[in-house]
C-alpha cells in the first residue's frame, strides 16, 4: 500500500531553462526513462508539459542513488532537487529543458507500475492499434498523443473565443430526441417510462437548431456530440463532434466570410499559418468532372479530361458500346511517366475495378503518337485530337476509364489520388481550402429505387430554379448547399434551409415521405415554421476531421481520447456489452433466441 505524504509541485516538466539555474525545485510525474551510468542513476521524468532530466548522484547521496535505481518505466514520483546547467557540450536541443538538469536531494515513489504492454517513450507507437486500445490509458500517456489531444483543446477553445467574438450564442439541445427518416442509421435509446417508445441518438442538432432560429436566436453555435450507426473507416466513428452553427437572415456569401475568418483565426492562433481568403469556389458539377470526388484535393492537378467527344465514331468496340449507352470516357494524362511498370499498371487497374470500371486503357506517348494495347484501333485524327485536349507530350502517359458516368469519373478521381501518391505531387505541409458549391438537391438510391436528398431535407432549392423544383423534372434542381473541403477532407457541410413550410412539405412529397408520415415525425418543425420563420442557414464542421488535418494524420482516431475500433468496439471496457436480465425486462425489450447466448 503505498499512500505517500509528498511534496506539491512548484513548476511543471515542461518549464525550466538556463533562466532558473540554481533554484530548488519540486517536481511529480511518471518515469519516463531511466539509465545507470556506473551508479549514476539518469532519470527523464515526464508530465503531460514536457519532460526534464533528474540526476541521483551516489557522491551527493548514495542512499538516494540506490533508491532511484529500483525505479522503473512509469513509477510515479516526487523529487526535490536543484536547477544545474548542463556541460554546453551537453545539451539537448531537441528538448525546452534540454539546457538544465536537476540534482535530486529527495525522492518519494508515489506508485509503482507493473511493466508497462506499450513502450509509452517509443513516439512511432509500433504496437498494433488493439494493443493500444486496449491500453489506451497508457497510449495516452504518450507525448505525442497527448499533444493532438491538447491541440484539439486549443482547437475548441479558439472555435469558441472567434465564435463568441462575433455574436453567437452556445446554446446546448437534446441528447435524446425524435428517431426521423433520412440520413443515416439511428441509436436508439429505449424508454423505460414509456414502454415501446424509443428516442434517438442526434445524428446532428439540425432541427433543433432551426427551431432555434424560428425562436430567435437568430446565431446559434455548440460544440455537439453527434451519433450515426454507420460503418467505420479512419476519417469516421460511430460518435463524433460537430461545430454546430445556424445564423438568420444571410445568404451564403455571410457563410463563407464568416466561417473563412473562423478558420483564418484557426490556423494563425493553433499553427501560426496565415491563410489567404476569399477561398477559392467550384461547383459540384467542376469538381466531379474535373478531380472525380465532391471533395477534391487540389494541391496538385491530374485533372480529369471528358473526352468522349474524341471517340464519337470510334471502332473500338469498348469505347463505341460505352457511347452507345450514354456513358463516359475520361482520361488522365500524367507528364514524363511513360516508363511507368506493368506492375503499377496491373495496381492502377486493380484500383479503378473497385470503383466498378470494367477496364483501364493506357497508352504511352511518344515522338509518332502513342503506343499501347488499343492504337491499332484509333485513327490519326483520334490520337490527334486526345493529345490536344489532354495537353501531352513525348514521355508522358495517358490513362482511361470508359464507363457509365458515375463509375467513370469516381474511378478515375481514385487513380488521381495513387498517382500524385506514386510521383509525390503532394506538398504536405500546404493547406488548401475550397468551397463546394451547387449540389444537385436530389439524387436516385439504386437501393432504394427512389430519389433521396443529397444533403438532407431541409436544404433549400436554388431560388432560380422553384420552376424546375415545382416541375415534373424537380430531380434536376441544385440545392443552395456548400461544403468546405480541405485537402480532400470534407471539414463541413451546410445549406440555407427551408423556411417555407410549404416547400418543406413539396420536398417530403418528391422523397415519398407521406403527408402522414411527415406530420408524425416532422410536424413540430412544419408547425414551427408556420410561425414565422426567417431565412436561416448553417454549416457544420467535423471537430475531429479538422484536428486530423490540422495535424497532418492519418485517422481521426489519434484525435480522439477513447475511439472505437472499426467494428464499433471499445477495447478498453468491452462495450458494447451484454446487459442483465433485470435491464431488459425493465425496459420491456425481449431479444431473439439467437442473442441470448
Known amino acids: 500500500m503505498q499512500q505517500n505524504h509528498f511534496l506539491q509541485r512548484t513548476v511543471t516538466c515542461g518549464e525550466l531553462t538556463h533562466a532558473d539555474a540554481g533554484k530548488e525545485v519540486v ?15 539518469f532519470i527523464d521524468l515526464r508530465d503531460r508539459f514536457g519532460i526534464t532530466q533528474i540526476v541521483f548522484n551516489p557522491a551527493i547521496s548514495q542512499e538516494l542513488a540506490e533508491k532511484a535505481a529500483g ?12 536547477v544545474i546547467l548542463r ?8 528538448m525546452p529543458t534540454g539546457q538544465i538538469e536537476i540534482t535530486a536531494s529527495a525522492l518519494s515513489i508515489l506508485n509503482s507500475a507493473a511493466t508497462p504492454p506499450l513502450h509509452i517513450n517509443d513516439p512511432d507507437a509500433s504496437e498494433s492499434e488493439e494493443l493500444r486500445f486496449i491500453y489506451r490509458y ?9 499533444n493532438n489531444i ?10 469558441r473565443k472567434y465564435l463568441w467574438t462575433n455574436n453567437f450564442l452556445e446554446i446546448e439541445t437534446p441528447i435524446l430526441m425524435k428517431s426521423t427518416p433520412e440520413g443515416a442509421r439511428d441509436f436508439l435509446v429505449p424508454s423505460r417510462m414509456n414502454k415501446g417508445r424509443f428516442y434517438a441518438l442526434p445524428q446532428s442538432p439540425q432541427t433543433y437548431k432551426q427551431i432555434l432560429m424560428v425562436a430567435g436566436f437568430d446565431r446559434y453555435f455548440q460544440i455537439a456530440r453527434c451519433f450515426r450507426d454507420e460503418d467505420l473507416r479512419a476519417d469516421r466513428q460511430l460518435e463524433f463532434t460537430q461545430i454546430d452553427t445556424e445564423l438568420s437572415f444571410i445568404t451564403e456569401e455571410d457563410i463563407y466570410r464568416v466561417f473563412e475568418g473562423m478558420m483564418v483565426e484557426l490556423f494563425k492562433n493553433c499553427l501560426g499559418i496565415s491563410l489567404s481568403t476569399p477561398f ?21 492537378g491530374l485533372t480529369i479530361k471528358d473526352v468522349t467527344s474524341v471517340f464519337q465514331n470510334s471502332e473500338f468496340k469498348v469505347f463505341k458500346s460505352t457511347i452507345e449507352a450514354n456513358g463516359k470516357i475520361g482520361a488522365i494524362a500524367v507528364a514524363d511517366f511513360a516508363s511507368c511498370t506493368r506492375k503499377q499498371i496491373d495496381n492502377f487497374t486493380s484500383l479503378v475495378a473497385k470503383s466498378g470500371a470494367g477496364g483501364l486503357v493506357w497508352l504511352r506517348v511518344n515522338d509518332t503518337g502513342v503506343e499501347g494495347p488499343i492504337q491499332k484501333f484509333l485513327s490519326h485524327e483520334e490520337i490527334a485530337r486526345l493529345l490536344e485536349l489532354t495537353e501531352t507530350k513525348s514521355g508522358d502517359m495517358i490513362f482511361m476509364v470508359a464507363a457509365d458516368e458515375k463509375v467513370c469519373f469516381t474511378s478515375l478521381g481514385q487513380l488521381r489520388l495513387e498517382l500524385a501518391s506514386v510521383r509525390n505531387l503532394i506538398n504536405k505541409d500546404e493547406f488548401k481550402f475550397l468551397w463546394v458549391t451547387d449540389f444537385p438537391m436530389f439524387e436516385f438510391s439504386e437501393e432504394e429505387q427512389r430519389y433521396v436528398s443529397v444533403h438532407h431535407p431541409f436544404t433549400s432549392p436554388r431560388l432560380d430554379e422553384l420552376d424546375l423544383f415545382l416541375s415534373d423534372e424537380y430531380f434536376k434542381t441544385r440545392a443552395r448547399a456548400y461544403d468546405l473541403v480541405l485537402n480532400g477532407f470534407e471539414l463541413g457541410g451546410g445549406s440555407i434551409r427551408i423556411h417555407d413550410s410549404l416547400v418543406q412539405k413539396r420536398v417530403f412529397e418528391l422523397l415519398g415521405i407521406s403527408e402522414l408520415e411527415a406530420e408524425e415525425k416532422f410536424g413540430f418543425l412544419l408547425k414551427a415554421l408556420s410561425f414565422g420563420a426567417p431565412p436561416h442557414g448553417g454549416i457544420a464542421f467535423g471537430l475531429d476531421r479538422l484536428v486530423m488535418v490540422m495535424l497532418k494524420l492519418d485517422s481521426i482516431r489519434d484525435t480522439i481520447p477513447f475511439p472505437k475500433t472499426t467494428a464499433g468496439i471499445s477495447l478498453m471496457d468491452n462495450a458494447p456489452d451484454r446487459v442483465a436480465r433485470k435491464q431488459l425486462d425493465e425496459l420491456g425489450i425481449q431479444l431473439q433466441e439467437k442473442y441470448n447466448s
Do not use: C
Not at 525505479?71 to 536543484?82: A, K, M, N, Q, Y
Not at 497508457?138 to 497527448?146: E, G, N, T
Not at 491538447?150 to 472555435?159: D, L
Not at 477559392?280 to 496538385?300: L, N, V
Open 27 to 41: 517536481l511529480n510525474g511518471w518515469v519516463h526513462n531511466w539509465r545507470n551510468h556506473g551508479g549514476i542513476i
Open 71 to 82: 525505479l522503473r518505466h512509469e513509477f510515479v514520483v516526487s523529487i526535490t532537487g536543484t
Open 87 to 94: 556541460p554546453e557540450s551537453m545539451f539537448n536541443p531537441k
Open 138 to 146: 497508457l497510449d495516452l500517456r504518450r507525448p505525442v498523443l497527448q
Open 150 to 159: 491538447i491541440f484539439r483543446h486549443k482547437v475548441t477553445a479558439e472555435v
Open 280 to 300: 477559392p469556389k467550384m461547383s459540384y458539377h467542376e469538381a466531379f468532372h474535373t478531380y472525380g470526388s465532391d471533395k477534391p484535393d487540389i494541391r496538385f
